[in-house]
């Protein structure tokens, strides 16, 4: 069962979410979490309500992202305390120049670095199986 009385968290919507937000697609997921992974049983795992620990904790060192990320955010509430919070434009008239933290920024620059590196990794990759193929079939002509 869920550890919050009201509404559970679904953590599988989650991980989609996070992926989507950094860009990442089922299979390039699918790729780091290993061979037994493929782009259907992320679907499927998406879909799941909670996943096990162990599994989130992978999910998490792929994605770059705290395991909690996963585990306790709730869109509905987020939406929630933003609706009431900016109602209005009210920070606007509140008198106070709003001051936001550069570290998300940071953060976002860093994910899309090492998304990049990647896709380059898995470019190499694909680039050396062609060459082994490539000898396999020079070979056996």
């Given at each position: 069962?869920?550890e919050?009385?009201s509404k559970?968290?679904?953590q599988?919507?989650?991980?989609?979410?996070?992926r989507?937000?950094?860009g990442?697609k089922?299979?390039?997921?699918?790729?780091?979490?290993?061979e037994?992974w493929?782009q259907?049983?992320?679907?499927?795992?998406?879909?799941?309500?909670?996943?096990?620990?162990?599994?989130l904790?992978?999910?998490a060192?792929?994605l770059?992202?705290?395991v909690?990320?996963?585990?306790n955010?709730d869109?509905?509430q987020?939406?929630?305390?933003?609706?009431?919070?900016?109602?209005?434009?009210?920070?606007?008239?509140?008198?106070?120049?709003?001051?936001?933290?550069v570290?998300?920024i940071?953060?976002?620059i860093?994910?899309?670095?090492?998304k990049?590196a990647?896709?380059?990794r898995?470019?190499k990759?694909k680039?050396?199986?062609?060459?082994?193929?490539?000898?396999?079939?020079?070979?056996?002509?």
């Amino acid at each position: 069962m869920s550890e919050s009385p009201s509404k559970s968290i679904h953590q599988g919507r989650n991980v989609k979410r996070f992926r989507e937000m950094l860009g990442i697609k089922q299979d390039a997921l699918a790729y780091e979490l290993g061979e037994d992974w493929n782009q259907k049983k992320i679907s499927l795992l998406e879909q799941k309500e909670e996943i096990e620990n162990s599994l989130l904790a992978q999910i998490a060192e792929v994605l770059k992202l705290p395991v909690e990320a996963f585990q306790n955010f709730d869109e509905e509430q987020a939406v929630n305390i933003i609706a009431n919070t900016f109602t209005q434009g009210s920070f606007l008239n509140t008198g106070h120049t709003p001051t936001f933290n550069v570290n998300p920024i940071d953060k976002l620059i860093q994910l899309h670095e090492e998304k990049i590196a990647l896709y380059e990794r898995m470019l190499k990759e694909k680039d050396e199986i062609m060459e082994r193929l490539e000898r396999l079939l020079k070979g056996s002509q």
